[in-house]
């Protein structure tokens, strides 16, 4: 729910779920659960903020009705934002922002995280946009979800995260945009850097061409590898993380009423493990050599979805939809970019054909078609 002023400065919303699972040998103190989100906003004007507090409970459970990544967390955040759509010079408009979000435990209050996020854009007379963001978290703190045990946490080293882009003046027929990620922390040997490339082409008034090239590389990740039953123990890894990922789209206009869209991806993962530890109480790790089993991971997936969209009346669609899809995952670690692409596409492939059609009824036609 969302309540906002007459003249639309600022606004209220509120927002919460409850989950309940129906089950007798299950207590209600750990059958139920909840999640809020409730905040204050100013959202118009040059100055603008938001004031928020979002809260899961231990047992919240939305199973079979979305996702849940994190339980019994409770944040506050505070964030400022500077907008500016008055040109000054060869400035176009500008905005700037900066948020800070505190995370704690919601069944006992302990300090989790804090995090700070700042940034803004710049756009030219050239229309050409320039895309700053810078991401911390300024200080060693226990992550309790890592382990994957409850009870168990994991010291986790502070950082710092940017990413810079730049994109070129859409209006024009080819477009390029292309950013840059990199990060670092206090741990040594730890930087994670990479790319992304992304040109468009407007071939003609019909044919409309893309590809999206982005590249990361993660040196000595820390996280979760196993967990020993039989000895309550949690194993943590670090390793090296390598993921590329190539889509290419391209949108064939028949005539303003039919069109062909097709997009083919290829994402390519590969995790090669360098250490194992042995996660301690409290929450640091020692080294060991006992353990050897590999959870290096080699993990490909490619896709390809193909539209065509009819709009045969207004606000009417028949679409025929053929979807591709091929998963390659093993511990094939070393390859190549090309070879991995060459044995996923040898790979079986799932097929799949749909027929979908979308009509439109106006109501106050149908209406006056009855009365008669």
Avoid: C
Wanted: glycine share 6%; aromatic share 18%; no cysteine.
């Amino acid at each position: 729910m969302t309540i906002r002023d007459k003249k639309n400065n600022y606004a209220v919303y509120v927002k919460g779920k409850y989950s309940k699972e129906f089950d007798n040998s299950i207590p209600d103190s750990i059958s139920q659960g909840g999640v809020y989100h409730i905040g204050l906003s100013k959202v118009s004007g040059k100055f603008r903020f938001d004031l928020s507090e979002n809260g899961i409970t231990p047992y919240y459970n939305p199973n079979d009705l979305g996702i849940n990544f994190q339980t019994n967390i409770m944040e506050h955040f505070a964030g400022i934002q500077w907008v500016d759509n008055t040109q000054h010079g060869h400035i176009l408009n500008w905005s700037f922002f900066e948020g800070n979000d505190v995370s704690m435990r919601y069944s006992n209050g302990a300090f989790y995280d804090y995090n700070i996020n700042l940034g803004g854009d710049l756009t030219t007379d050239k229309f050409w946009t320039f895309s700053l963001f810078g991401n911390s978290k300024p200080f060693w703190f226990y992550d309790y979800y890592e382990s994957r045990v409850e009870g168990k946490k994991f010291l986790h080293a502070p950082y710092v995260y940017t990413n810079f882009s730049i994109k070129t003046d859409y209006r024009k027929p080819f477009m390029m945009e292309v950013s840059f990620d990199w990060a670092e922390s206090p741990q040594p040997k730890d930087p994670l850097y990479g790319y992304g490339i992304g040109p468009s082409w407007q071939a003609t008034d019909w044919l409309n061409l893309g590809l999206a090239i982005n590249y990361t590389f993660d040196h000595s990740n820390w996280g979760f590898a196993d967990y020993i039953d039989s000895t309550d123990q949690v194993i943590i890894g670090r390793r090296d993380t390598k993921t590329i990922s190539n889509d290419f789209y391209t949108t064939i206009l028949f005539s303003p009423q039919m069109n062909l869209v097709v997009h083919a991806r290829h994402y390519w993962s590969e995790v090669r493990y360098l250490e194992y530890y042995n996660l301690l109480n409290d929450g640091n790790v020692a080294s060991t050599s006992l353990y050897t089993t590999s959870h290096d991971e080699n993990f490909n997936a490619w896709n390809v979805d193909v539209v065509y969209e009819w709009q045969f009346a207004p606000g009417s669609f028949l679409n025929l939809i053929w979807k591709q899809s091929l998963v390659k995952d093993d511990a094939s670690v070393g390859n190549d970019y090309a070879t991995n692409l060459r044995e996923t596409l040898q790979l079986p492939a799932d097929n799949t054909l749909a027929l979908k059609l979308i009509y439109y009824l106006d109501y106050q036609k149908v209406k006056k078609v009855i009365t008669k």
